[in-house]
């Protein structure tokens, strides 16, 4: 049983570039949320997806936007990017909103 | 809003030795309560959960007792080994709720020396 995939792993982007980062659920998984790691702090919820809306969303800009497919696949879109988006992007996948998450090993972006 | 206060890292100890990760949260209403654990170079691990008061959370020789009465969900473990060196996050959600973001403490190094 495959669990919560993210891809790419690593990227490297130059400031005011867009980037997508794209997100497999575990296998029976219908919700998708993301979350920004920045270096030595804990994760922080971007936005959650489901049924293929977006139900909640952190305290992000709306530089951050992204989308979730039939198949429940993910994707972060971030715009307009700054230094300060130089993090690791989790994702993290969970049954009907109410279940627990599994979380992806996560795509680190370094904008320079 | 709600939030979590871990303590602070790095935490350093000799093999054997007994842990203790300080954790306290604040919440509107009656959360879950979660340790994660993230090594280096691998994404973030459930270790332990518990989803109400009195409920101990265990795993990997790790507990955790949730307790409403000081807002508390501290991790323990009798005796560390170098393997058990990561980033521990505790964390809270609103389980049951359409709303089930997870919200986490900044986290706490900790180092275990041979």
């Known amino acids: 049983d495959a669990g919560v995939t993210q891809s790419p792993t690593h990227l490297i982007k130059t400031r005011g570039q867009q980037v997508t980062l794209r997100c497999s659920p575990k296998?029976?998984?219908?919700?998708v949320s993301w979350y920004q790691q920045a270096l030595g702090q804990g994760p922080q919820f971007i936005f959650q997806y489901y049924e293929e809306e977006e139900r909640q969303r952190g305290n992000f800009p709306d530089r951050f936007s992204g989308h979730q497919f039939p198949n429940y696949s993910s994707e972060l879109n971030v715009n307009a990017l700054l230094l300060g988006d130089s993090a690791l992007y989790l994702c993290?996948?969970?049954?009907?909103?109410?279940?627990?998450?599994?979380f992806g090993p996560g795509t680190r972006l370094t904008v320079t | 809003g709600d939030s979590v206060t871990q303590m602070e890292g790095p935490v350093t100890l000799s093999e054997e030795a007994f842990l203790t990760i300080n954790c306290t949260y604040t919440a509107t209403g009656y959360p879950s309560l979660f340790w994660y654990v993230q090594y280096p170079g691998e994404g973030l691990q459930l270790l332990l959960k518990?989803?109400?008061?009195?409920d101990k959370g265990s795993n990997k020789g790790f507990e955790a007792t949730y307790r409403k009465e000081t807002t508390s969900f501290h991790l323990e473990k009798g005796s560390v080994q170098v393997s058990d060196s990561a980033v521990y996050f505790c964390?809270?959600?609103?389980?049951?709720?359409?709303?089930?973001?997870?919200?986490f403490g900044k986290g706490t190094r900790l180092h275990i020396l041979p």
């Open positions: 518990a989803t109400k008061a009195d």
């Open positions: 993290a996948s969970s049954f009907r909103q109410t279940y627990e998450q599994y």
């Open positions: 296998s029976g998984h219908d919700t």
């Open positions: 964390a809270l959600s609103e389980e049951g709720r359409r709303d089930d973001k997870i919200i």
